[in-house]
C-alpha cells in the first residue's frame, strides 16, 4: 500500500491536527521551512496525517528555498529578479491552496516539489 492509500483509509482528522497542518502551510510563507521542520520533528508520531502534512509542507519550502537560491545566482544576469518575484507568488498561492484544503481535512500535494525527504 502506498502512502496515499494509507491516508485515504485513515479517520479523518481532528480538528487540532487540521489547524496545525494550516498554519503549518501557511507559516512557510513567512518562516520558509522553519515551522513544517518543526512540526514534523514535533508531530511525526502522534498523527499520520500532521506527519505527512508537515513533510509535505517541508519538502515544498525546501524546494523553494533551492529555487530562490538559484534565481539569486541568475539576479547577476538580470533574469534572476524576475524569477525571485515568480518564485515568491507561486510560493504564496501554492501555501494558500495548501491551507485551505487541509483545513478541510484533505490531503494536500503540491504539484512542483522536490520530495526530499521521505
Not at 26 to 33: D, E, K, N
Not at 76 to 84: D, E, K, R, S, T
Not at 93 to 109: D, P
Given at each position: 500500500m502506498t502512502t496515499e492509500t494509507?491516508?485515504?483509509t485513515s479517520p479523518t482528522p481532528s480538528n487540532d491536527d487540521k489547524n496545525i497542518a494550516?498554519?503549518?502551510?501557511?507559516?512557510?510563507?513567512?518562516?520558509?521551512?522553519?515551522p513544517a521542520l518543526v512540526v514534523w520533528i514535533l508531530k511525526k508520531d502522534d498523527s499520520e496525517y500532521l506527519a505527512s502534512q508537515a513533510k509535505?509542507?517541508?519538502n515544498f519550502q525546501i524546494t523553494v528555498l533551492m529555487a530562490q537560491f538559484?534565481?539569486?545566482?541568475?539576479?547577476?544576469?538580470?533574469?534572476?529578479?524576475?524569477?525571485?518575484?515568480?518564485?515568491?507568488?507561486?510560493?504564496?498561492?501554492?501555501?494558500?491552496?495548501?491551507?485551505?484544503?487541509?483545513?478541510?481535512?484533505?490531503?494536500?500535494?503540491?504539484?512542483?516539489?522536490?520530495r526530499l525527504i521521505n
Open positions: 494509507n491516508l485515504a494550516t498554519i503549518t502551510h501557511l507559516a512557510g510563507t513567512v518562516f520558509s521551512f522553519v509535505e509542507a517541508l538559484i534565481a539569486g545566482i541568475l539576479a547577476i544576469i538580470l533574469i534572476g529578479f524576475l524569477f525571485i518575484f515568480i518564485i515568491w507568488l507561486l510560493n504564496i498561492a501554492l501555501c494558500i491552496i495548501a491551507a485551505i484544503s487541509t483545513s478541510k481535512g484533505e490531503t494536500y500535494r503540491y504539484p512542483i516539489c522536490l
